[in-house]
């Protein structure tokens, strides 16, 4: 707790008056490339997080589903003249970790080395993003890999939930479909298929870059053209929409021979530019997002004993806004626990929250905060975030008060916008007893 608050304060510092003089830098490196950079020479780290907005799963075909997923995981299977055994020996050597990554909205880079190594570190993310092999062994076993696990999680309950909810929650837009593919479409995956997505997605039009540690600006900019320089300057255009999940009065159950059900629901919620956010996010705190301290698990677990865990928490998505949740229970308690968590919308929607409850609520997002910048790599990852929700330079200086700012009716509003217990869509997988609509 105590380093995660002292790099909080060290951030907010950065952040601080035009006096102290600015600590979050706007880099251009000769080529054009954009960062955030936060220089902290005191600890010899370099952290780098990277993002391709809008250039995940939701790109990619139907035939195609898992793409975007299995390239991230070709990215660093070998590079230039370093084959995957190679490449890899040569980041454990110098105790360098890089790697890809890839969800429905965005493709991604990560990237931390001690500053010693920084030469070598971004001599072989270059490598990683110029010249990926990408060779048909490699390839080979990452689909048989792959699909042996999407095999397996067609009999996970808690999987088949959640590929059934945002089937039905998002019936028409990529969403719907399973982030990593199908066994059968990541099986038809070719070399040529990985090629076309990097060149064509991996553009320096969607770039949003944020690092921290000890490297100066200067460097910064030389290295973000050695690594980056080579991409292709723009993506194809496509448009952003803006898509509301799909509710249903009656719940999907999906019968599997199990003496507890998997709970799992969505509904409507907002997106991160959303004048709504703020309040939504508080008012999810306090409903099911607070852990033991919301209202689902006081009337769910604590009062009734009727399961183990409950929650809910938001998801806002580049083109859709929404909340989901989940409970986990007997399958004769499945329906008694979805009219409990069905009333609790409709007292939130009627009564809104307690005085106590809204200022429990601020007090904990607001102070528990710095322990989600408790690393170099964690800002990194933040800076990103700001400069992708266009949130400002100067977010971290005033996020509690946006939090603080949210009132009784505030909350209320959101309740009555979001919550309708009524047009809830919900999954179970189980042999519920007694589950009606």
């Known amino acids: 707790m105590r380093r995660a608050l002292v790099v909080f304060a060290f951030l907010i510092a950065c952040l601080g008056t035009a006096q102290a003089g600015p600590k979050i830098e706007r880099v251009i490196s000769p080529g054009g490339i954009e960062a955030w950079l936060v220089h902290e020479p005191s600890i010899p780290i370099i952290a780098m997080e990277v993002l391709w907005r809008d250039a995940g799963e939701k790109v990619v075909p139907e035939a195609q589903g898992g793409l975007a997923s299995l390239l991230s995981a070709l990215m660093t299977e070998g590079a230039g003249d370093l084959d995957a055994q190679a490449f890899a020996g040569a980041l454990q050597e110098r105790g360098i970790r890089l790697s890809f990554g890839a969800d429905r909205d965005h493709f991604s880079m990560s990237l931390r080395t001690v500053s010693g190594e920084a030469p070598s570190a971004f001599d072989l993310a270059a490598m990683a993003m110029k010249q990926p092999r990408i060779d048909a062994d490699s390839l080979a076993r990452l689909k048989r890999s ?12 808690g999987a088949i939930a959640s590929r059934a909810l945002y089937a039905a929650a998002f019936p028409d837009h990529s969403y719907g479909r399973p982030p990593r593919g199908t066994p059968e479409s990541v099986q038809a995956l070719t070399r040529a298929d990985m090629v076309a997505f990097k060149e064509t997605q991996l553009t320096r039009d969607r770039l949003v870059i944020g690092v921290v540690g000890d490297i100066r600006a200067e460097q910064l900019g030389a290295a973000l053209d050695k690594m980056f320089g080579g991409l292709a300057a723009a993506a194809p255009e ?14 999907i159950v999906i019968e599997r021979d199990m ?25 999810n705190y306090i409903l099911g997002g607070g ?3 919301s209202r689902l698990t006081l009337e769910v677990r604590e009062k009734r004993g009727l399961a183990y865990s409950v929650y809910t928490y938001l998801m806002p998505f580049r083109e859709s806004g929404f909340w989901s949740g989940g409970v986990g ?26 005085e106590e409850e809204l200022a429990n609520a601020k007090t904990f997002l607001n102070g528990s905060f710095p322990l989600q910048l408790s690393s170099n790599a964690a800002i990194a ?19 509690a008060a946006l939090i603080d700012a949210v009132t009784l009716e505030d909350v209320r509003r959101a309740a009555r916008r979001l919550l309708d217990p009524a047009n809830l869509l919900i999954v179970v997988v189980g042999q519920p007893v007694g589950l009606g609509g």
């Open 329 to 354: 229970t007997k399958n004769e308690q499945v329906a008694e626990s979805l009219r409990i968590i069905r009333a609790e919308f409709e007292r939130m929607r009627s009564d809104g929250v307690s």
């Open 146 to 157: 792959t699909a042996v696990a999407l095999i397996r999680e067609q009999e996970q309950p």
């Open 291 to 293: 852990g033991f301290n």
């Open 381 to 399: 990852g933040t800076l990103v975030s700001i400069q992708l929700y266009d949130l400002g330079m100067d977010f971290l200086e005033k996020r």
């Open 259 to 283: 003496p507890q059900s998997v709970v799992q629901f969505l509904g409507k919620g907002v997106r991160r530019d959303d004048p709504d956010y703020y309040a939504a996010y508080v008012m």
């Open 238 to 251: 496509r448009e952003v929409t803006d898509r509301a999940p799909q509710g249903r009065q009656k719940p």
